[in-house]
């Protein structure tokens, strides 16, 4: 068994941790990052989920760094790609022009802005990323963590990763359980938390659905229809109890109402198209577009690109975590299955605006992520174990309809900013959409704080929300912001020999901190914005 020692340990590679490795080595401390895929950058790029961001993105609401990654991508276009002169003149370029973000770009354009960012680092000694490495235990003193364990992928080697700091940035809260450190999962009751949305009875294994997304794009006239699914005729007739139609037809619940809504996926159409069908999340085409092939000189593209997360791929048997080896596996594997059966209902049966079935020229495009199977490398999951914090964030912190036209909670404490809505997807132990309005809010310093163990921070999704909360707090600018905040703790905290809690509970100490991370361009507090 191998053993490395750095000064802060970051488990976990995706968005938050990215940031925090960047954080730490920025400021001068030695890093180990690892990540259980081969790619770095989680949702954004392994996952293959284009950013979910706020209105405002372009011009505050994020951290400096985080808004280095978005222009780096929109470089690397104008740097590396025949863009048209139109696109290449566009100030706030979008290479996909999807919908659902003002940057909608390749997942390996993503990785390779990210592994430039961490490139200098690594150069210099200061950062070592191992990738393809999951954690399978840990050491203890007391409410320390001395120790994390980490198991090659590939050859089953182990790797002993030793630090004054532990930052957990898995996708799923792993080192909490492998440290004994105090954690939440799923939905909370109403008695825990006073939350308007919350449940009589605490709903542990309810969490929300993950989505095993893909790429695909559309050769007109040629056949790519996969060979079909085994278990085909179980995912095309599933239908939960409170769905309007099957999960496999072109109609889902509006997230805000529950209103039946038709969507649409005509490739390659127009704006009149778009006139009469409507856009936004009905064009499923347009909505997670990521290569818009206008946006290139003739010929460089045959297709858009399009990445398929949607509603009729969020799975919902259960979960991927908390449960046994043999039922996660069994689930994730469900998960793949689901979205390729997807797939080969939109290649054969999925109607047509011109009233015929299948459109077989739409190509998984498996190169998109480089996988054997076509799919994404790691699901996108929305919902992580969750530290019991110092402070939890909860629904009457953010939501309009509690709070009005007030602001949301405000923390002295803020250790930075973000917003969207309250967006909980059908979940596994049977809730429809939750989507509730909610205000610009903050980042509480609490919330990263465990209860009891000392030197463990969260960096990724599993800070102190609730199931709800998590629903505002799980996007790519608030995880990158977490993960860099985390760091930044943790290298205040070594430069001035103080524990994370006390620099919470000293006022100088907070403020000396939060400082720091001004320095770093880490906005604390927001102007005056309205929540949507």
């Not at 940031?19 to 920025?26: C, E, S, T």
């Not at 939890?392 to 973000?418: F, H, L, M, N, P």
């Amino acid at each position: 068994m191998t053993e490395i020692r750095a000064d802060v340990a970051v488990i976990g590679g995706g968005l938050g941790g990215v940031a925090a490795a960047l954080a730490a080595a920025r400021h001068g401390l030695t890093v180990v990052l690892t990540e259980e895929t081969d790619w770095v950058g989680g949702q954004l790029t392994a996952q293959g989920v284009p950013p979910d961001e706020h209105p405002w993105i372009e011009q505050f609401g994020c951290t400096a760094s985080y808004r280095a990654l978005r222009e780096g991508i929109r470089d690397y276009y104008r740097r590396a790609y025949p863009l048209t002169a139109l696109a290449r003149a566009q100030r706030y370029l979008n290479p996909g022009g999807g919908a659902v973000s003002r940057i909608c770009a390749e997942p390996r354009v993503g990785l390779a802005v990210i592994e430039s960012m961490l490139a200098p680092y690594r150069a210099a000694g200061r950062l070592d990323l191992r990738v393809r490495q999951r954690p399978v235990a840990a050491t203890t003193d007391g409410d320390v963590v001395t120790s994390v364990t980490l198991a090659d992928q590939d050859t089953g080697e182990r790797l002993t990763v030793v630090a004054p700091y532990i930052l957990d940035a898995t996708e799923t809260g792993e080192l909490l359980p492998l440290t004994g450190t105090e954690y939440v999962t799923g939905f909370e009751s109403e008695h825990d938390t006073g939350e308007p949305s919350a449940p009589a009875e605490r709903q542990p294994l309810n969490m929300q659905a993950v989505s095993w997304c893909f790429a695909i794009d559309h050769i007109e006239g040629e056949d790519h229809t996969i060979d079909k699914p085994d278990d085909y005729p179980i995912w095309r007739d599933f239908q939960p109890p409170y769905w309007p139609d099957r999960m496999f037809s072109l109609v889902a619940p509006k997230p805000h109402t529950l209103e039946p809504i038709r969507r649409t996926l005509e490739p390659h159409h127009d704006a009149e198209f778009t006139k009469q069908h409507g856009g936004g999340d009905l064009d499923l085409w347009e909505f997670r577009r990521i290569v818009a092939r206008d946006n290139f000189e003739p010929g460089a593209f045959p297709s858009d690109v399009v990445i398929v997360n949607w509603p009729m791929i969020d799975y919902l048997s259960g979960p991927v975590f908390e449960v046994d080896d043999d039922d996660a596996a069994h689930h994730l594997e469900g998960a793949k299955r689901m979205s390729l059966s997807f797939l080969y209902w939109m290649q054969t049966e999925m109607p047509r605006i011109d009233g015929g079935t299948g459109l077989p020229g739409l190509r998984l495009r498996g190169d998109v992520f480089g996988t054997r199977d076509g799919l994404a490398k790691y699901p996108y999951i929305r919902e992580s174990r969750r530290i019991v914090a110092e402070y939890t964030v909860v629904e009457q912190d953010v939501s309009q309809a509690v709070r009005g036209k007030d602001t949301a909670a405000r923390y002295d404490d803020s250790v930075g900013i973000g917003s969207y809505r309250i967006d909980l997807h059908p979940s596994t132990g049977g809730d429809n959409y939750i989507d509730v309005g909610s205000l610009p809010f903050q980042i509480p310093l609490g919330a990263l704080l465990p209860v009891r163990t000392r030197n463990l921070l969260p960096a990724a999704k599993n800070i102190g929300t609730t199931h709800i909360t998590n629903g505002c707090y799980r996007l790519h600018p608030v995880e990158w912001n977490i993960g860099e905040s985390a760091a930044l703790l943790a290298a205040y905290c070594l430069q001035h020999k103080v524990a994370p809690h006390h620099v919470r509970a000293d006022d100088a100490h907070r403020r000396a901190y939060q400082k720091v991370l001004t320095d770093h361009g880490v906005e604390l507090s927001w102007p005056g914005v309205h929540g949507y």
